[in-house]
């Protein structure tokens, strides 16, 4: 049954399992107006920056030029009027129904919870967690929108950054090792909207050892020939379908 893509089949299947985990990146995000990185229209390829986009989202970037970080960060990486899709729709719905045992997404906008998910674990982190980096003080977005030029900590000053992971940081561990936990228990896996390229979130399908890996992706990836059902349509009219 490798690489079926009968959505028929998949739904008897999601029908009598209830120990599904979903593994998620950009392109879930996508049909939400909100742009993926590496794709033609993606954030990588826009050229109207002296530094190039992953650089300017690096560590080293934010804090050797932390005001035009703040200003590209801004513009590129918040869509506050996006709203959730048919994608993560269906994914709330799925948990509601007790199958679905956790989302893991590599994305940071918020709109799996939006949707109505529960447990969500955030690889890199969410644009609508803020902190200052000297107290540690929490901050809402809309605190970093309305700021002019380096948003300040009221308390003591001290910059507030977004929780966010950048090139360059490491993953929180414990939000890491719980999702390991997930998927090694899991006995179906749906990956959707990621190439599987970028490590360490790639590296979580290796933990997999359950009965149906799904991939719901519009390019191939390296895990194609590990799965039993493969789907090259847009991801939020493949799970519409089938939950």
Same mark, same amino acid.
């Given at each position: %049954?490798?690489?079926?893509?009968?959505?028929?089949?998949?739904? +008897? $299947?999601?029908?009598?399992?209830?120990?599904?985990?979903?593994?998620?990146? &950009?392109?879930?995000?996508?049909?939400?107006?909100?742009?993926?990185?590496?794709?033609?229209?993606?954030?990588?390829?826009?050229?109207?920056?002296?530094?190039?986009?992953?650089?300017?989202?690096?560590?080293?970037?934010?804090?050797?030029?932390?005001?035009?970080?703040?200003?590209?960060?801004?513009?590129? %990486?918040?869509?506050?009027?996006?709203?959730?899709?048919?994608? $993560?729709?269906?994914?709330?719905?799925?948990?509601?129904?007790?199958?679905?045992?956790?989302?893991?997404?590599?994305?940071?906008?918020?709109?799996?919870?939006?949707?109505?998910?529960?447990?969500?674990?955030?690889? $890199?982190?969410?644009?609508?967690?803020?902190?200052?980096? =000297?107290?540690?003080?929490?901050?809402?977005?809309?605190?970093?929108?309305?700021?002019?030029?380096?948003?300040?900590?009221?308390?003591?000053?001290?910059?507030?950054?977004?929780?966010?992971?950048?090139?360059?940081? %490491?993953?929180?561990?414990?939000?890491?090792?719980?999702?390991?936990?997930?998927?090694?228990?899991?006995? %179906?896996?749906?990956?959707?909207?990621?190439?599987?390229?970028?490590?360490? &979130?790639?590296?979580?399908?290796?933990?997999?050892?359950?009965?149906?890996?799904?991939?719901? =992706?519009?390019?191939?990836?390296?895990?194609?020939?590990?799965?039993?059902?493969?789907?090259?349509? +847009?991801?939020?009219?493949?799970?519409?379908?089938?939950?």
């Amino acid at each position: %049954m490798n690489g079926d893509n009968s959505i028929e089949k998949l739904r +008897k $299947h999601i029908e009598k399992c209830s120990n599904i985990v979903f593994l998620g990146g &950009a392109g879930v995000s996508t049909e939400s107006n909100i742009p993926d990185f590496r794709s033609a229209d993606g954030l990588y390829k826009k050229g109207d920056y002296k530094y190039p986009p992953e650089y300017m989202l690096s560590h080293t970037f934010f804090v050797n030029h932390t005001e035009e970080f703040f200003d590209f960060y801004k513009h590129n %990486m918040i869509y506050k009027d996006a709203k959730p899709n048919k994608a $993560h729709i269906a994914l709330a719905k799925l948990e509601k129904m007790g199958k679905l045992k956790a989302v893991i997404t590599q994305n940071i906008d918020g709109l799996h919870q939006m949707a109505g998910s529960k447990n969500v674990l955030e690889l $890199h982190g969410s644009i609508h967690r803020n902190y200052c980096v =000297n107290c540690n003080e929490n901050y809402s977005l809309d605190f970093i929108l309305e700021s002019q030029g380096v948003p300040r900590c009221e308390k003591c000053g001290g910059i507030v950054r977004p929780d966010v992971v950048l090139y360059e940081e %490491m993953l929180d561990t414990s939000i890491l090792e719980r999702s390991i936990q997930y998927i090694s228990n899991a006995k %179906m896996l749906i990956v959707g909207g990621t190439s599987l390229n970028v490590y360490p &979130a790639a590296g979580l399908i290796s933990y997999f050892k359950g009965e149906l890996l799904v991939l719901i =992706n519009k390019d191939e990836t390296p895990y194609d020939n590990r799965a039993d059902f493969i789907f090259r349509e +847009k991801i939020g009219e493949v799970l519409s379908k089938l939950i």
